[in-house]
């Protein structure tokens, strides 16, 4: 008879009504890291003039679909990565699709081993995703090849893969404190 | 409502669904790029006024800080305000003595005045280069009569070709892009080349003359071919190595903010048939034997071909 109430509903006397203002607070705070690609991806269309403009808006999509993917998958649906992969595609103007289906693959890739990348510590998460930056900025640079039937320097999708390569620990570290804090559903 | 297991399975093909999405994109981007640039451009047409609302506190910075720097070297500015002064008064003297003898020889060679092409300003709203092309979106307001193919300059020099039309927006290909090509003449050596981006600040020249190579430091122009009209100042030659002349351009295609985009029209330089080429109607044999067909016509029209031999 003990037995029967001894396991209480979980949380049941610290979690807050749901209220629909509750409910919108944590929908925002899922969709935080989407928000994020899709807002950077915009602001870096303006024409600001700092170098490596287009090659920042791969690598910070690249970055956040990777760490999301695989740290918490919920608040990174494969559809909220094609809708990302969607407006990177509309507000840059390199060939079409291939941030897409990078992004799809990296998810794909990142989602099926979170399990053994959550376990792995930051350097070696590290070095998996830079093999993916240089693979899928060779992608690009081979379908540039493609499209203009002739061998170009493959130095500016070097470029992007280094910088891809290079933003991530800052990254990475601003997404470890929105997990904890602006972007944990949990917490609203 | 779907069972468990149906839940399971859907969740499980909607990444290689959305994949082969994105595979049908790429191809559609490998066969029909126009339709895609075209999204592209509609969405930049739509962000232009939000572009110059983010890039606006950017360029009042720039100005202060011009200013500020200005103001620190008053002095050294204003002398060579004034040695650049007297240097411009010198070349407009010359300018203005050059017009005039310039307008009398056309009078004299009875010269037929060259159209004045229409121009439109727009500045620009959007570098869309990317890693693998140069290109710039410029806002050139509604109404406007940009075609494909018209020709893009800034203060000092050209700067490419119009390659997309929208709305509001037209996309300009620089000179220094990957697909650019562009039909060039060398001022000093009279040579024909042809200018060929290459990605890199400095377009490279290529198919000049083997006999005539371009000297270093001489003007290269356009030259007139279809909607291109001659004369046009690009930049001058330099050889970056032995047997490479790449030409420096005149405009600045790093920092680019007002654009000149010029209608010269297409059917300017279009070649008029020669008398010599004209196919000739076969005349009838021996025509003058015997009486003549339809003599009594009072004005026979003149044969083809006669005139002009």
């Known amino acids: 008879m003990v037995a029967e109430n001894s396991t209480p509903h979980l949380h049941s006397a610290v979690e807050p ?73 509309i507000f840059s103007f390199g060939p079409p699709g291939t941030v897409l289906l990078s992004l799809l693959v990296i998810y794909g890739v990142a989602h099926h081993w979170r399990y053994g990348l959550s376990r792995l510590g930051f350097i070696a998460g590290w070095l998996i995703f830079s093999i993916f930056a240089v693979l899928a900025s060779f992608f690009q640079w081979a379908l540039v090849c493609l499209h203009a039937v002739a061998l170009l320097s493959p130095a500016p999708g070097l470029f992007q893969a280094a910088l891809t390569i290079g933003i991530y620990p800052s990254l990475t570290a601003l997404f470890v404190w929105g997990r904890r804090t602006f972007a944990n559903p949990d917490q609203a | 409502m779907l069972s468990i297991h149906a839940r399971q399975v859907l969740a499980k093909a909607v990444l290689p669904i959305l994949i082969l999405l994105a595979v049908g994109l790429v191809l559609l981007g490998l066969v029909r790029r126009p339709a895609v640039d075209g999204v592209r451009l509609m969405a930049t047409d739509f962000m232009a006024p939000a572009y110059h609302g983010l890039v606006w506190p950017q360029e009042r910075v720039t100005v202060w800080l011009m200013d500020l720097r200005g103001a620190t070297d008053l002095a050294k500015e204003n002398s060579r305000l004034r040695e650049e002064n007297r240097a411009l008064r010198h070349w407009y003297d010359v300018a203005v003595a050059l017009a005039a003898e310039n307008g009398r020889l056309k009078k004299s060679l009875h010269w037929i005045p060259e159209t004045v092409p229409q121009y439109v300003t727009g500045r620009v709203t959007r570098d869309d280069g990317g890693p693998y092309s140069r290109a710039v979106l410029l806002d050139v307001g509604s109404g406007h009569q940009v075609r494909i193919g018209d020709v893009a300059l800034d203060a000092a020099g050209l700067l490419g070709r119009v390659t997309e039309v929208g709305p509001h927006t037209v996309r300009v290909l620089m000179i220094n892009d990957d697909a650019s090509r562009i039909p060039v003449t060398l001022a000093a050596s009279h040579g024909d080349a042809i200018m060929a981006g290459d990605d890199t600040a400095s377009p490279r020249l290529i198919f000049y003359p083997q006999d005539h190579h371009p000297v270093e430091g001489e003007r290269v122009e356009t030259r007139g071919q279809s909607t291109m009209p001659a004369g046009l100042p690009v930049g001058t030659v330099h050889y970056s190595a032995p047997n490479r002349p790449v030409v420096v351009p005149d405009a600045d295609l790093d920092r680019l903010d007002i654009v000149r985009v010029f209608d010269y029209g297409d059917d300017d330089s279009q070649a008029p048939d020669a008398p010599g080429r004209v196919r000739i109607k076969k005349l009838p044999q021996n025509p003058l034997t015997g009486p003549l067909p339809f003599s009594w016509l009072p004005n026979l029209p003149d044969m083809p071909g006669r005139g002009g031999q």
Do not use: H, N
């Open chain 1, 17 to 89: 009504r749901q209220t629909f203002r509750r409910a919108l607070d944590m929908a925002a705070r899922a969709a935080m890291p989407s928000l994020f690609v899709m807002f950077c991806a915009i602001l870096l269309s303006a024409p600001f003039g700092i170098p490596g403009q287009a090659q920042l808006q791969f690598g910070i999509a690249m970055c956040t679909v990777w760490f999301w993917a695989y740290s918490r998958p919920r608040s990174m649906p494969a559809l909220a990565v094609f809708l990302c992969g969607l407006v990177v595609e």
